[in-house]
């Protein structure tokens, strides 16, 4: 492998790490740190063609995850040695609108870029740090999520609330960028048409979960807003609410502002309709847990209104597109959240979206009016490219 990177994506409840080859696209190596913070947790290292390395344990926090990512390497291998880590930072504000070398000015903005993306720029933060110690003489760099959003309108960002407010910098960001950079590339590529001429939504739904309207390869409107907190329903987080909530929880509750944040980040979502956050889990209960079909209902009503006003919003759809790790794999869901929207021209075949699989596909008639595409995500490669690009200088290399 010429020019390994390796490829860190700390998320909200999980590390994802891959050493690829932004050229080639090979992976020397890539593992997964799940359900951190949980009672069960689980690490699957692969390398090479050879049976995974797997360890089923507790990680109390994203640190330990790291520990035993490094851990892996020298058990399984190989070693890593890469040219340069490469780091998936949620929040830039509007100080990063593209991938950065990461010195200690860098690293003392994303940490005070914290508030705005409580579950995710602390523990990037993390896996900074460490890499840092690890590999102190070779190159990182960090990729923003927020970065693909700044091509967002002035009337899709700006909130209208108190000049002074927005002077502190409140106004939409938008997150899940690198997927969506990478996504949209791909469905221009599996309809055969230029990405400058395609008018998408685009549905990223995992633990955390958004939607994203996009014209011409730019952003032009998207759920998540400040935070990651706008928008969908999501695994831990409530999504759209009414803004007075925090104020009537004082009043009635006695909550303060950081308890209703907590709430609404770490204890809302799937997990306070059913007291799970995994989606698998509640897919499951809902047989026979009216509950968890409640849950999902709210779940997949959300992401219709989104599509339904993203649609008007365009004007026209040339494609939807599902990601994420609910999007890529819950053929109910994918369903659900499209049912009644015939009118519109979008429909999901029955038998193509049932048929298990994991690569890029069409799961909506032959022929529709809008397809309805499954484009499994890659945000490591896009990770890794956008590195390359930031240390070399040309552009980073097309997902096409």
């Known amino acids: 492998m010429a020019d390994p990177i390796l490829v860190l994506n700390t998320g909200s409840s999980s590390i994802k790490y891959e050493l690829v080859d932004p050229h080639t696209r090979e992976r020397s190596a890539k593992g997964l740190v799940e359900r951190i913070g949980q009672e069960q947790g689980r690490l699957t290292h692969r ?44 929040h830039g504000g509007d100080r990063f609108a593209e991938a950065v070398l990461i010195d200690d000015s860098v690293v003392a903005a994303i940490e005070e870029l914290a508030p705005l993306a409580p579950l995710h720029n602390p523990v990037n933060l993390t896996g900074i740090r460490l890499a840092r110690k690890v590999f102190p003489d070779v190159p990182q760099v960090a990729v923003f999520d927020t970065a693909f959003h700044r091509t967002l309108p002035p009337e899709a960002y700006t909130y209208a609330v108190p000049g002074e407010w927005r002077e502190l910098g409140v106004r939409r960001f938008g997150f899940h960028g690198t997927s969506c950079a990478y996504v949209s590339r791909r469905a221009a590529a599996f309809l055969g048409r230029d990405l400058a001429g395609l008018d998408l939504i685009v549905l990223h739904l995992g633990n955390g979960a958004s939607a994203t309207a996009i014209s011409g390869g730019r952003s032009v409107d998207t759920s998540m807003g400040m935070t990651p907190l706008e928008g969908l329903v999501m695994g831990t987080r409530s999504g759209d609410v009414d ?158």
């Open 243 to 400: 803004p007075a909530l925090a104020g009537y929880l004082a009043r009635t509750g006695g909550l303060d502002a950081e308890q209703v944040e907590h709430g609404l980040s770490h204890r809302g979502g799937l997990l306070a309709l059913t007291g799970s956050s995994d989606m698998r889990e509640v897919r499951a209960r809902s047989r026979d847990d009216e509950g968890a079909r409640l849950a999902l209902r709210i779940y997949t009503r959300r992401i219709r209104k989104y599509v339904g006003a993203y649609h008007a919003l365009l004007g026209r759809v040339d494609a939807i597109v599902f990601t994420g790790g609910v999007g890529e794999h819950d053929a109910a869901t994918r369903a659900e959240s499209l049912a009644g929207l015939e009118r519109l021209g979008i429909t999901v075949d029955a038998a193509l979206n049932e048929t298990a699989s994991g690569g890029e596909r069409a799961v909506s008639p032959a022929g529709a009016e809008v397809p309805v595409l499954v484009i499994p995500t890659d945000e490591e490669w896009e990770i890794a490219a956008q590195t390359l690009a930031r240390l070399a200088g040309p552009p980073a290399p097309s997902a096409g």
């Open 47 to 90: 390398s090479g063609d050879g049976p995974p390395y797997v360890r089923d344990r507790a990680f109390a926090d994203h640190g330990e995850g790291l520990a035993a990512m490094m851990e892996a390497f020298v058990a399984a291998g190989p070693e890593p040695a890469p040219v340069a880590v490469g780091h998936r930072v949620v």
